[in-house]
T-cell receptor, first 113, second 120 residues
Framework: AQSVSQHNHHVILSEAASLELGCNYS??????LFWYVQYPGQHLQLLLK??????LVKGIKGFEAEFIKSKFSFNLRKPSVQWSDTAEYFC???????????FGKGTRLHILP | SQTIHQWPATLVQPVGSPLSLECTVE??????LYWYRQAAGRGLQLLFY??????ISSEVPQNLSASRPQDRQFILSSKKLLLSDSGFYLC???????????????????FGPGTRLTVL
């Protein structure tokens, strides 16, 4: 069965630190990849997405993610985090020509001011 | 623009009572619709999805069911709630190209505000 693994359950960083959140998926075919974010008290919203082309994709608020096909990974990065990045982050995978989108368990990011 | 509504926002129900949660989408047609349950530390668990009226796919066997009586309406139901049904239920929609099949590349999901269900 398809699955998505997010390596870190809870991450605590100080402002200006660099961030990398890991995401691996298990599916042998072509996939669409997403990172979603849920800020406290808000709806889930899209941070960035990859479907083809340049494996390094840029999203909102300075986030980027790199798709490494050989590693089945889609890690999220930000060079310098801010207190306002405190949120829960979800990686998601949609196998092409499939209507399902599978989410990881999420990573809670807490940024210390 | 498209909007997605969920009703009610919060619900407290006794064990054994029935459940009906409603999700409606505006501003689009023929969407894929999804029900998720979000629990702390467990992420988003896909419960049901639908590619059209009356078409429901179940991902997790349990005492919940889903129906899609209209193109932009998706309902989550139970005949008898269990304590373990407590959680945060999210509805989502995405676009679909029915000629190509499946969710088209780059078409993300859009989520509703959710319903907090507490079963006592």
């Amino acid at each position: 069965a398809q699955s998505v693994s997010q390596h870190n359950h809870h991450v605590i960083l100080s402002e200006a630190a660099s961030l990398e959140l890991g995401c691996n998926y298990s599916y042998g075919g072509t996939v669409n990849l997403f990172w979603y974010v849920q800020y406290p008290g808000q709806h889930l919203q899209l941070l960035l997405k990859y479907f083809s082309g340049d494996p390094l994709v840029k999203g909102i608020k300075g986030f980027e993610a790199e798709f490494i096909k050989s590693k089945f990974s889609f890690n999220l990065r930000k060079p310098s985090v801010q207190w306002s990045d405190t949120a829960e982050y979800f990686c998601a995978v949609n196998p092409r020509r499939d209507d399902k989108i599978i989410f990881g368990k999420g990573t809670r990011l807490h940024i210390l001011p | 623009s498209q909007t997605i509504h969920q009703w009610p926002a919060t619900l407290v129900q006794p064990v054994g009572s029935p459940l009906s949660l409603e999700c409606t989408v505006e501003g689009t047609s023929n969407p894929n619709l999804y029900w998720y349950r979000q629990a702390a530390g467990r992420g988003l668990q896909l419960l049901f999805y639908s590619v059209g009226i009356g078409q429901i796919s179940s991902e997790v066997p349990q005492n919940l069911s889903a129906s899609r009586p209209q193109d932009r309406q998706f309902i989550l139901s139970s005949k008898k709630l269990l304590l373990s049904d407590s959680g945060f239920y999210l509805c989502a929609w995405s676009r679909i190209d029915r000629l190509a099949g499946g969710t088209q590349p780059g078409y993300e999901q859009f989520f509703g505000p959710g319903t907090r269900l507490t079963v006592l």
